[in-house]
């Protein structure tokens, strides 16, 4: 009788254990959420806010993207472009990976995933480059030669890479080109080859958070400096249109999935700009905290999430109603990003 006691008593535990593990499992959906202060990634269900788990990444964490099948997420540690790795996180066992040496591309920042590749902005070394998880290794990397490379969009094709140079108040487009070369007046000569060419087009002062319309023929960025959005044609590869927005502190901007509006926000002042993407008409300016920083769009449009730096949580937006809706608190919040399992 004592033995079987003994048993029951210890399978208590175990049972409540495995109920634990299973409702704190990562669901095939998930808001991915850095915390600059504590140097974690948090790993939130969208449907209930929750943080499930937190996975401790390096020293100075801003941005995080998730693999096409949503299983692993990359973040790069900055260090104001003097630091040097992306760490890597497994999301279903919600656990740290070994990291990745970015060496010699210094300060990784921006970070997108494209054409099964991870691509990243190397401020300290004015440059892009590209890690490819299948063979572990880097395979392709290009200098802009502009201050302050930091923000970068990439092509579903990997064929068009697009950063912000933030102090040289440059945009750089780069482009994997067929170059082909004059043939000589008799004929013949060399073949036809590829090759990136680089299109360096000047936008606002500061200009930081970009992004492209879900069609891809705009480019938008906004200049923190005087608070001005920049349009840039992509076809053209040149500045159609300014807005002065005044959205002085502008951090990051990003388009909505149907492209109809454009959500700029204030590091500053902790406001959200709402804009409207054919008139360019100002919709609403709305303050969600101190710090506003990084976006992230549901994929219907019903909500952003904003990381508010200063006032550590993440605000959740009704972009329907245009009202801050709740908060999930997170530590000096930052980049944020969806995680999609097929």
């Not at 591309?105 to 070394?125: I, R």
Request: aromatic share 6%; with cysteine; net charge positive.
């Amino acid at each position: 009788m004592i033995k079987l006691l003994a048993l029951s008593f210890l399978c208590i535990p175990l049972v409540f254990a495995a109920t634990g593990c299973a409702a704190q499992s990562t669901p095939p959906r998930s808001l991915l959420a850095l915390s600059k202060s504590d140097h974690i990634l948090a790993i939130i269900d969208p449907v209930t806010l929750k943080v499930l788990a937190r996975v401790p990444v390096g020293s100075d964490p801003h941005e995080v993207i998730a693999s096409a099948d949503g299983k692993t997420a990359y973040v790069s540690i900055y260090g104001g472009g003097s630091l040097h790795e992306l760490s890597v996180i497994d999301l279903v066992a919600q656990k740290p990976l070994p990291t990745i040496d970015t060496r010699p591309l210094m300060g990784p920042h921006g970070l997108t995933f494209a054409d099964g590749k991870v691509w990243f902005s190397a401020e300290g070394s004015k440059a892009v480059g590209r890690y490819n998880p299948a063979t572990g290794k880097f395979d392709w990397a290009m200098g802009t030669g502009q201050a302050r490379t930091h923000m970068i969009c990439v092509s579903s094709d990997g064929k068009k890479v697009y950063t912000t140079n933030v102090t040289a108040g440059t945009v750089s487009i780069l482009t994997d080109s067929l170059i082909k070369p004059a043939t000589s007046p008799t004929g013949g000569g060399p073949p036809a080859r590829h090759d990136w060419v680089q299109t360096v087009i000047p936008v606002a002062k500061g200009s930081e958070g970009i992004d492209v319309s879900p069609d891809g023929r705009e480019l938008w960025t906004a200049g923190a400096d005087e608070g001005i959005i920049s349009i840039i044609d992509i076809a053209a590869k040149k500045l159609t249109g300014k807005i002065d927005a005044k959205a002085v502190g502008a951090n990051r901007l990003k388009f909505t999935p149907d492209g109809k509006r454009v959500l700029i926000t204030s590091l500053r002042t902790g406001d959200l700009f709402i804009y409207d993407a054919v008139s360019h008409k100002e919709l609403k300016r709305l303050n969600t905290g101190r710090g506003a920083a990084g976006i992230l769009v549901d994929d219907d449009g019903a909500r952003a999430f904003i990381g508010c730096t200063g006032d550590n949580y993440v605000a959740v937006i009704n972009l329907k109603t245009l009202e801050v809706i709740g908060h999930i608190a997170i530590r000096g919040a930052d980049g944020l990003a969806w995680a999609v399992r097929p």
